[in-house]
């Protein structure tokens, strides 16, 4: 056999493998469109074709495909064989991808057990003898070759807890200090001084488990999804995050403003129940102020904000909540971004001023639009 170099087609001009013995679960395709998402394709491993029946047949990486689909790409990386006979294009398709996904019996069975020698390249499947043909046994591989989601980290067994957290996750009252019923959030579940490394919750949250606080001041609609299932923030491995930042304006009527400062006080009473500590956030317009703080008790001192450039006025009056409700002059007030004006008042009132690392579209150092 012989192959061209390494090029970029067309999904669109592909044509994919009939009877492909391979399956992928949700979860697992899932980890595979984020990992395609923050690493790109590797050029290591493009998708081998076949050109033996006149037509661009992909041999292996239908998942990646699959993925690949899913982050609305059209193009990737192959690699085009030439003169393969239909055994060879057997051995490619099973040793390719050998432990992603999961592997079909009954396909294995009919269509592939006698064009390759199983054994050979290191795959164990279950007996296909007639009396136990009906078993659903997944195949495993003794010696499996990488895999499209190499390079991530295996995860700890979760179970127990994920199934703790999943007890927790009931519609409930939590007692509160307010006519609205904002929960209260629970003293001895407050954050306290900064635990690094320290990133947003974005696309990339699921595959890392390295970041000990996590923060949402980014766009609502990269952590919506939280408030539908929070066990994946649970499982990440975070000790602390700051409350989720959900947008309110001057110009949010009042009844809708409640119904998000509600909805960040309960997600986070939860997340205590479930044992992460919790900072308050103190980044909502002024038309809020009051409402904000409800629901946090007095004495309270974990606080984190958003710096805004040139306006150092809204958060000399986050300061002054702090204040108000930890009881302290110096409270635990850490703001993230801001500038050199931001700055040099945290300096001067002995706040902790963490320096924006990620900027958004509209500028750097905060000098993006304010709650307001």
Known sequence: MNCDEIVFRKISDLTLLENNPRKISKKDLDRLVDSIRLN????????????????????????????????????????????????????????????NGEWDPVLLNEDWKDKVDFSFIGLAIPDFGEDDGKSKKKAKAEDPEEDDTAGED?????????????????????????????????????????????APWGADSRLRKD???????????????????????????????????????????????????????????????????????????VKFKEYNKMGIPKGYNAFFTRGYADRVEYLKIELEVAREISGLQTPNLLVYGGGDEIRKFCTENSLVYIEQFINDKKGKNGKNKRKQ
């Open 40 to 99: 790109g394709f590797w050029l290591h491993r493009p998708l081998p074709l076949s050109d033996r029946t006149g037509k661009l047949v992909v041999l292996g990486g239908h998942q990646r495909i699959k993925a690949a689909k899913k982050l609305k790409l059209t193009e990737v990386p192959t690699i085009l064989y030439h003169d393969l006979t239909e055994e060879q294009e057997a051995d490619i398709v099973l040793r390719d991808n050998i432990n």
């Open 154 to 198: 295996d995860e700890d067994p979760v179970e127990d807890k994920e199934d703790f957290y999943r007890s927790m996750l009931t519609d409930c009252l939590y007692e509160s200090n307010n006519e609205f019923d904002i929960p209260n959030l629970l003293l001895d579940k407050q954050a306290g001084k900064l635990q690094l490394p320290f």
């Open 211 to 285: 970041v000990a606080t996590y923060h949402f001041y980014v766009d609502d609609y990269r952590f919506e999804a939280i408030f539908k299932d929070p066990i994946k923030v649970l499982t990440s491995g975070v000790k602390a995050l700051v409350e989720p930042n959900l947008s309110v304006y001057d110009t949010t009527p009042i009844a809708y403003g409640l119904q998000q400062i509600y909805k960040k006080r309960w997600i986070s009473r939860y997340f205590q129940e479930c044992g992460i500590l919790v900072y308050v956030d103190l980044n909502v317009s």
